[in-house]
């Protein structure tokens, strides 16, 4: 996946270590200490970069397991540590103050008072932003802020504080900020019959579909409840981000890196999404028209469906 990510386009690639540091932390995915070096050296020969996510908070009592990440990303020449606990951050300034430290999205630093922060505290020369804010909303928090900010523009969308959802763990005792996993594929099922597909996590159902309804991963914050006296979707629709129409507002309000959501996805999606930006990014600088790159990937939409989010903050 990381190879196929470079050879369509991607400048940098994010990847984690094969244990709950990361936030991706399922079975068959992510790197051990020899396969990391491995890549980054490949990726180096490419001109691509390598960025580590130990963006996980670190289990008391057991922090030691994110010090070892840590300084196994170092050792593996990474450009980039992407972190949010507090303590993970603190120990890789402090054992490796040469480490370019950028501050994950689950740390939901969505102000200038915030990311001043984490810039003077821990050296973090960037700031992944939570997916939360609109397109004016970020060109004003630039405006205050003194190192680079980078946005998610494709893949899955949460609508939580990022970093601080515990709503899976009550359903499957595991959760993103301590395990690394959001509804872990083990507790998902679908229930068929002839009058409807039934999604359920941990056992409990949290949507009913019709004939020929598109269902989306199941999480619990995209579950349909009755509530209020009515059967909706509390917070969003299970949907994919997509922001490909806005890449010039993002640019112009001074966004330095575009962030895709490809782990936990195989190779043929990840190079036709990193192709597809890479060629969108390519035409804006060109000063081309953008437009018919816009639909290009809403086939690899979750439940089929897509959205621009809080970009275009249609919802709050």
Same mark, same amino acid.
């Given at each position: ?6 050879e369509?386009?991607?400048? !940098? ?5 094969r244990?709950?540091?990361n ?24 001109g ?13 009592g ?24 507090l ?16 501050? !994950?999205?689950q ?10 922060f984490?810039?003077?505290a821990?050296?973090?020369k ?5 997916r ?15 190192v ?11 609508v939580?504080?990022?970093g ?10 595991? !959760?993103?900020?301590? !395990? ?11 229930d ?15 949507d009913?579909l ?12 995209k579950g349909?409840?009755?509530?209020f ?20 507002a ?5 966004v ?13 999606y ?12 390519d ?27 809080a ?6």
């Open positions: 996946m990381l190879r196929a990510a470079v369509a386009g991607a400048d !940098s690639v994010y990847c984690g270590l244990d709950e540091t936030a991706r932390n399922f079975p068959g995915l992510n790197f051990d200490r020899a396969e990391l070096i491995e890549a980054t050296r490949w990726a180096h020969g490419r691509a970069k390598v960025l580590v996510a130990i963006n996980t908070f670190a289990r008391a057991q922090t030691d397991l994110w010090k070892r990440s840590v300084d196994t990303a170092v050792a593996a020449a990474a450009d980039a540590i992407i972190a949010a606990d303590g993970v951050l603190a120990y890789a300034h402090e054992a490796h103050p040469r480490a370019r430290l950028h501050l !994950s999205v740390a939901a630093a969505n102000s200038s008072d915030a990311i001043r984490y810039a003077e821990y050296g973090v960037r700031v992944v932003l939570p939360v804010l609109s397109a004016p909303e970020i060109a004003a928090l630039i405006k205050e802020t003194p680079e900010i980078e946005a998610f523009v494709f893949g899955g969308l949460c939580m504080a990022e601080r959802c515990a709503l899976s763990s009550y359903a499957t005792g595991r !959760s993103p900020n301590l !395990s690394g996993v959001c509804s872990p594929p083990e507790a998902v099922t679908f068929r019959s002839p009058e409807a597909l039934t999604t359920r996590l941990g056992g409990l159902a949290i009913r019709g004939p020929g309804d598109s269902a989306g991963y199941p999480t619990l914050c349909r409840f009755d509530a006296g009515q059967t909706d979707y509390l917070f969003e629709e299970p949907v994919s981000l997509n922001a490909m129409g806005l890449l010039a993002l640019r112009t309000a001074g330095r890196a575009v962030k895709v959501e490809g782990r936990q996805r195989g190779k043929a990840v190079a036709r999404v990193a192709a597809a930006f890479r060629a969108a990014i035409a804006l600088d060109r000063g081309d028209d953008t437009t018919r790159f816009e639909r290009q990937l809403t086939d690899l939409a979750e439940g089929g469906r897509e959205t621009a989010g970009y275009r903050k249609t919802w709050r």
